[in-house]
């Protein structure tokens, strides 16, 4: 049988110049998997799923631990191979997965575990640590302003009593693992990839809190392609499209 990849490959197109990935001005306005599978250790952990989303569209992945969630996200980062099956990027863009660079540039992914760095919440959030910022330059960055309010970290600094360049130390030892999970969240947004990917990210955060990061990072991912992994099904009403993972044959067209 002939899969949406086939049709994807026979189609005559013209490739203009910044439509080439490794253009800087390269932009991904579609995600297509083609019949993916993933095996690990004679165990079938995907099973010939197909995927194909617009940009604008939202997808949230639900299923119980095991069904290939995690794994799904980290086969459209780059981080794992499939077994087989292709991803294709803007209907004709089929994504090597030996060499994936310009892949992995274009993606935000943030899990539900996030690695806190022994600097001020700035540098954790914006991963720049070549400049001493004060607290007046810091201020003026008006992207990082606006994701700290959407993900609550400013809230939290609130509570903390905590300024922007006060540091963490210990690899924030003295932050929860929600605290921890909203300073991801942060991360992800400011770096404002062509694909977000957010696996259990809020898990750990209070489910009243939790709904509201979600709308927020919804509203702010319109221009995107969003895909979220959550136990939570409460959170499926505020998602366009939802995928069940629990029998791991599934097919979506968006």
Do not use: W
């Amino acid at each position: 049988s002939r899969g949406l990849g086939d049709v994807y490959k026979r189609q005559d197109h013209h490739i203009e110049e910044n439509e080439t990935p490794e253009n800087k001005n390269y932009k991904i306005k579609s995600l297509f998997l083609d019949s993916i599978s993933y095996n690990y250790e004679n165990k079938v952990v995907l099973q010939n799923l197909s995927l194909n989303l617009d940009i604008g569209n939202n997808l949230i992945l639900t299923g119980p631990t095991g069904s290939g969630k995690s794994t799904l996200l980290d086969i459209i980062s780059g981080l794992i191979k499939p077994s087989l099956g292709s991803i294709y990027l803007n209907k004709h863009t089929k994504v090597n997965f030996e060499n994936n660079f310009f892949l992995r540039k274009k993606i935000s992914y943030s899990s539900q575990n996030i690695e806190i760095f022994d600097d001020n919440i700035y540098n954790n959030i914006t991963l720049n640590f070549e400049k001493e910022n004060s607290k007046e330059e810091i201020a003026k960055d008006i992207k990082f302003i606006k994701i700290i309010k959407l993900s609550f970290v400013e809230n939290l600094l609130h509570q903390k009593n905590l300024s922007y360049t006060e540091k963490f130390y210990e690899k924030g030892q003295n932050l929860s693992g929600g605290e921890k999970q909203r300073i991801g969240i942060a991360r992800a947004l400011y770096h404002d990839s062509d694909i977000m990917l957010f696996d259990k990210s809020t898990s750990a955060v209070d489910s009243l809190l939790e709904e509201k990061i979600i709308k927020n990072i919804i509203n702010i991912s319109t221009n995107k392609i969003l895909i979220i992994c959550s136990h939570n099904l409460n959170l499926t009403k505020f998602f366009k499209n939802h995928l069940n993972l629990e029998n791991n044959k599934n097919s979506i067209d968006i």
